[in-house]
T-cell receptor
C-alpha cells in the first residue's frame, strides 16, 4: 500500500459546526503532516507529527486541533471555523529521517465553510 | 513564511515542445522535490534530489539540484497534453521534516 487516504473528499460545514478530517497511511511512515492549500497557491504547512507526537505547529489558530491516535492515523478536528478557512486540506506522510522517497500526499479534503 | 520562487509563473506551449522551469531560494536546502498537481488532487512526487549537483531523470522529466544548494531545475522533454498541471518545487532544510513549497508553475499544453 503506497497511498495516503483522506476522508471525506468534500465537506461543507457551518461556522458553529464541529467536524473532523481523517487521514490514514499504511506505509510505515512515522512522520505525518497537515497542509492547507488555497486555490492557485502552494500548500502551506500547518502541523507535523513525528512518532505520534506534535513536533511543529505553524502558529495555526486553535480552531484547528490535530490528533494522531496511532502511527497510521492523523485527524484534524475543526470547530468554529470562518469562511476564509475554506480550502483544500492535504495530509502527507514520510519516513521520519532522510525521507528518500519524498513525502506522499493524499488527494485532500475540499472544505467549504458557510 | 519563507518562500521558494518559481519561474515562470505559467507556460502555454505546443505539444512536442520542451519545457524548463526553475526554483530559487535565498537559503540553502538539503533536499529538493518536484511535484505535479492536477485539479482536485494532491501533489504527486515526480523527482527527489538529495545531493548538490545531482541530476536525476524520470522518463521525459529531468531535474537537477543546483550546485549552490539554493536552486533546482526541472525539464520536460517532448511535452504531451497530459503534462498539463501545476508543477511545484519543494525544499527541506537541515534535519527538519518541514517541507516548503515553491510558488508553482502552471503548464498548459496545446495539442
Amino acid at each position: 500500500d503506497t497511498e495516503v487516504t483522506q476522508t471525506p473528499k468534500h465537506l461543507v460545514m457551518g461556522m458553529t459546526n464541529k467536524k473532523s478530517l481523517k487521514c490514514e497511511q499504511h506505509m510505515g511512515h512515522r512522520a505525518m503532516y497537515w497542509y492547507k492549500q488555497k486555490a492557485k497557491k502552494p500548500p502551506e504547512l500547518m502541523f507535523v507529527y513525528s512518532y505520534e507526537k506534535l513536533s511543529i505547529n505553524e502558529s495555526v489558530p486553535s480552531r484547528f486541533s490535530p490528533e494522531c491516535p496511532n502511527s497510521s492515523l492523523l485527524n484534524l478536528h475543526l470547530h468554529a471555523l470562518q469562511p476564509e478557512d475554506s480550502a483544500l486540506y492535504l495530509c502527507a506522510s514520510s519516513q521520519e529521517v532522510q525521507p528518500h522517497y519524498g513525502y506522499t500526499f493524499g488527494s485532500g479534503t475540499r472544505l467549504t465553510v458557510v | 513564511g519563507q518562500q521558494l520562487n518559481q519561474s515562470p509563473q505559467s507556460m502555454f506551449i505546443q505539444e512536442g515542445e520542451d519545457v524548463s522551469m526553475n526554483c530559487t531560494s535565498s537559503s540553502i536546502f538539503n533536499t529538493w522535490l518536484w511535484y505535479k498537481q492536477e485539479p482536485g488532487e494532491g501533489p504527486v512526487l515526480l523527482i527527489a534530489l538529495y545531493k548538490a549537483g545531482e541530476l536525476t531523470s524520470n522518463g521525459r522529466l529531468t531535474a537537477q539540484f543546483g550546485i549552490t544548494r539554493k536552486d533546482s531545475f526541472l525539464n520536460i522533454s517532448a511535452s504531451i497534453p497530459s503534462d498539463v498541471g501545476i508543477y511545484f518545487c519543494a525544499g527541506r532544510r537541515g534535519a527538519t521534516n518541514k517541507l516548503i513549497f515553491g510558488t508553482g508553475t502552471l503548464l498548459a499544453v496545446q495539442p
